[in-house]
């Protein structure tokens, strides 16, 4: 494993065993920057988004383009929603559950019909996508808002597929599958902590 691998799957861990929902504490900046930091500081957002990059990864072309895209355009339409303060309820547990499916997914090297893998991504998106828009500030500018928590989630995807590119190797599936299982316990830690 090379040392940036190494280096994400630590980051990767750390942020598994930190406190869920930190992106939800309604204290989020308004603006590009408020909603690029969204998701990059809810633990349970991360574990999702890295999730769907491996996943895409680990199932190679066309998944690895098309789900790190279905994700962030669904999330955008789950986002419209939480601005506009259509009620979704089960937010929280939708997100938490999400890192348990994805992290699933790829631990278990789940290879399910490409239009099935992005019903489920999609499902998912629309879960963290309401809970980015939820968050808008009052007053603050909810598209350039809406394009950073978009850019994040991109960025987030990309991390994912980086590491999950691994799995060309022996060794490397072996850690791509490892990140899958850490994501899939944290999500079941994050559902704990909503009981």
Excluded: K, N
């Excluded at 895409?56 to 066309?62: E, I, T």
């Excluded at 999950?164 to 899939?184: C, D």
């Amino acid at each position: 494993m090379t040392p940036q691998a190494i280096r994400l799957f630590a980051v990767l861990l750390c942020l598994s065993v930190a406190a869920p929902a930190l992106a939800h504490t309604g204290g989020v900046a308004g603006g590009f920057v408020g909603g690029l930091a969204h998701p990059m500081f809810g633990p349970d957002h991360v574990v999702a988004m890295v999730a769907v990059g491996l996943w895409g990864a680990f199932l190679g072309a066309p998944a690895i383009v098309i789900l790190p895209v279905v994700f962030p355009l669904v999330m955008a339409l789950g986002g419209v929603l939480g601005i506009l303060g259509v009620p979704l309820p089960g937010i929280e547990v939708g997100i938490a559950v999400s890192a348990v499916v994805l992290g699933l997914a790829v631990a278990l090297a789940a290879r399910p019909p490409l239009w099935i893998a992005s019903v489920v991504v999609g499902a998912f998106a629309i879960f963290h996508g309401h809970a980015h828009g939820a968050e808008l500030p009052p007053g603050a500018d909810a598209v350039a808002y809406s394009v950073g928590f978009v850019v994040a989630t991109g960025i987030l995807h990309l991390a994912g597929i980086a590491f999950g590119l691994l799995v060309r190797w022996p060794g490397g599936r072996i850690a791509v599958r490892a990140a899958g299982a850490i994501i899939a316990v944290a999500g079941f830690v994050f559902l704990s902590r909503l009981a």
